[in-house]
């Protein structure tokens, strides 16, 4: 491919509401004595931005409310460039929140209210015919609207089905695709079995693994490093991947490009603010076991 990778992402913005906590609460327990921070988020700004940052053109399509949090949301991506002429701002509805935990290994627990990420329907989407190289979707978007995606969308269709949630068949058999990570595996099982889409299944500091047709074609390991917060580092792997894989066609280079710039995004606090630069993740890649 000459020119960089167009890429359409078609997702969720939210602001991120971080406390750090030195061990996640149990249920029922309260946990004291963490710092609080606001960052950008949500899965699709998120691999939106992974991909940007990575070389591609990107275009976000999404809906945000008509409040403050929305211009700290949307931050990060207006700052680097990202299109937001599909981003809709709505009346009368909040933008999404995800309220995070991160402990001292770096684990999460969130919470999403989805607000106006709810209302992202053909109704308020814009117009979807321009010309990308890609369309890349999450499920943070009611399920409906995949399905309308899927049928409408023309071109390579890439569906990141996080967080899992039923989806129906048809949507699988369209896309083109697939990330999940283990527990989204495990929950879609034999509906991900017969798909003609390249399924890459996610294994967190692990690596990744590439299938096609059932069988494995390519896997990657992941560099070994002391994570601080590994909060949006599937959905940097995605954004990376996705360009990877456009930039050069190869299933392999791509998967440790992914695996590389994952885990570059778990060296700082924060979904959007710990997105690697293509230097970043160049460094990463030369420790890749
Ligand atoms: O994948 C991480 C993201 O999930 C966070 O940024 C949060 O907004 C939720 O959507």
Redesign the pocket.
């Known amino acids: 491919m000459k020119h960089p990778p167009r890429i359409r992402v078609i997702g ?1 913005v ?3 509401i971080v406390a750090r906590v030195h061990t996640l609460p149990s249920p029922g327990e309260t946990v004291s004595g963490g710092v609080l921070a606001h ?5 699709g ?2 691999q939106a931005l992974a991909a940007r940052k990575l070389g591609a053109e990107v275009a976000m399509f999404g809906c945000v409310g008509n409040d403050s949090a929305a211009g700290q949301a949307l931050s990060l991506l207006k700052a680097n460039h990202v299109d937001l002429t599909g981003v809709t701002i709505l009346d009368g509805v909040a933008t ?1 929140v ?1 309220l ?1 935990v991160v402990d001292a290994a770096g684990e999460n627990q ?1 919470v ?1 209210t989805p607000g106006a990420n709810a209302s992202v329907s053909p109704s308020t989407l814009a117009d979807l015919s321009g010309d990308y190289d890609a369309t890349l979707c999450q499920l ?1 978007l009611p399920v409906e609207t995949i399905s309308y995606l899927a049928d409408t969308v023309t071109g390579l269709f890439c569906i990141n089905l ?2 899992a949630k039923p989806m129906p068949q048809d949507v699988l058999n369209r896309a083109d695709i697939l990330v999940v990570n283990e527990t989204e595996a495990a929950f879609y099982g034999d509906q991900l079995n017969g798909l003609k889409a390249l399924i890459i299944h996610t294994l967190g500091a692990d690596g990744a693994i590439a299938f096609q047709n059932g069988k494995e074609i390519a896997r990657s390991a992941s560099p070994g490093v002391v994570p601080v917060d590994t ?2 580092a ?2 940097t792997f995605v954004g990376a991947f996705i360009v990877a894989f456009l930039s050069e066609g190869s299933v392999a280079n791509a998967l440790a490009y992914g695996c590389a710039a994952g885990a570059a995004a778990t060296l700082k606090a924060g ?2 603010t710990s997105m690697p630069s293509r230097d970043e993740v160049e460094a990463l890649l030369g420790l890749t076991a």
């Open positions: 969720s939210n602001l991120d960052y950008p988020g949500g899965k700004a998120n999404g995800a995070i969130i999403v943070e996080a967080p909060t949006g599937g959905d979904a959007q």
